[in-house]
């Protein structure tokens, strides 16, 4: 399922397959869609961020984390403004 990762309907495909089975996403396929480095998941699930591996709980987690890259964005582009 790895080379599916590298395209968005690759990722939407392999996250609808695991929601329907009610399976967790395989770990690179988890960071693929956090944008986070691979070998950093563990740690991610260790702190708590993200409750589990399961589609509906990597989607959430990647959504609140793009929002909060946004606004990170958006704070520091205002502060740099003349």
Known sequence: MRFLSGSRVGR??????CRVL???LPVEHAAEWMRIPEHSV???LETG???SLYPQDV???ARRMDRQRREHDERHAA???P
Request: hydrophobic share 50%; glycine share 4%.
């Open 79 to 81: 502060g740099r403004r």
């Open 22 to 24: 009610n399976k967790p």
């Open 12 to 17: 939407w495909l392999v996250w609808l397959v």
């Open 59 to 61: 989607l959430e987690a």
């Open 49 to 51: 961020a993200l409750k």
């Open 42 to 44: 563990d740690q991610v």
